[in-house]
């Protein structure tokens, strides 16, 4: 069983620069999460989302963060603009639902400078 | 809110040695508590669980009980060896929430042959 697959794994952008990731959660997964990982710090959930609709999003902070699954399948987030402190690992999971195990991508490191 | 609080680290121990990494939680419900473990280079995978007091959850010779008098959730084991270095999360997630998991900060460990 495949995985689950995001890209870019690095990414260095400076200040004030747009950025996306890509997820492709694992087959027949309908819960799709993406958390942000800064160094020394345990992941922290963004949004949640049960097929294409968003099931908790009170952590993304919507003035420069937005995220969608079209076709609730594939993900994107987005930053615009990037800040110093969005410096992190963006992390993305699924799940078959919201009661079952998760399985977690190898996330992306995002570098602001 | 809800938050996880684990032992500082990194942890360096000898091949063979006992592991032991505190973890403590808190919670207004009555959460079910998680290790999860990241490896070099790999995606964040889930280790043990325990869902109610007393429970014990193992695996790989990890061991955590559910300690609901003390708030823990201390992860062991017996003789650690050089593949067990890794990153180690405890986590929370509140009944009800499904798998919105709230995660401590981390504690590296380091085996020495």
């Known amino acids: 069983e495949a995985g689950v697959a995001q890209s870019p794994r690095y990414k260095i952008i400076e200040k004030r620069q747009s950025v996306a990731f890509w997820c492709n959660p694992i087959?027949?997964?309908?819960?799709l999460y993406w958390y942000q990982q800064i160094l020394g710090q345990g992941p922290k959930l963004l949004i949640q989302?049960?097929?294409?609709?968003?099931?908790?999003d009170s952590q993304l902070p919507k003035d420069r963060f937005s995220a969608e699954r079209l076709k609730g399948v594939d993900s994107t987030l987005k930053i615009q603009p990037a800040k110093l402190e969005d410096s992190a690992v963006y992390l993305c999971a699924s799940s078959r639902s919201t009661n079952e195990k998760l399985f977690f991508g190898s996330g992306t490191q995002l570098s602001v400078l | 809110g809800d938050s996880v609080t684990q032992m500082e680290g990194p942890v360096t121990l000898s091949e063979e040695a006992f592991l032991t990494i505190n973890c403590t939680y808190t919670?207004?419900?009555?959460?079910?508590l998680f290790w999860y473990v990241q490896y070099p280079g790999e995606g964040l995978q889930l280790l043990l669980k325990?869902?109610?007091?007393?429970d014990k959850g193992s695996n790989k010779g990890f061991e955590a009980t559910y300690r609901k008098e003390t708030t823990s959730f201390h992860l062991e084991k017996g003789s650690v060896q050089v593949s067990d270095s890794a990153v180690y999360f405890c986590a929370l997630s509140d009944e009800g929430y499904g798998n919105k998991l709230v995660f401590g900060a981390g504690t590296i460990l380091r085996v020495k042959s």
């Open positions: 919670a207004t419900g009555y959460p079910s």
């Open positions: 087959s027949g997964h309908a819960t």
């Open positions: 989302f049960q097929n294409n609709g968003v099931v908790d």
């Open positions: 325990a869902t109610k007091a007393d």
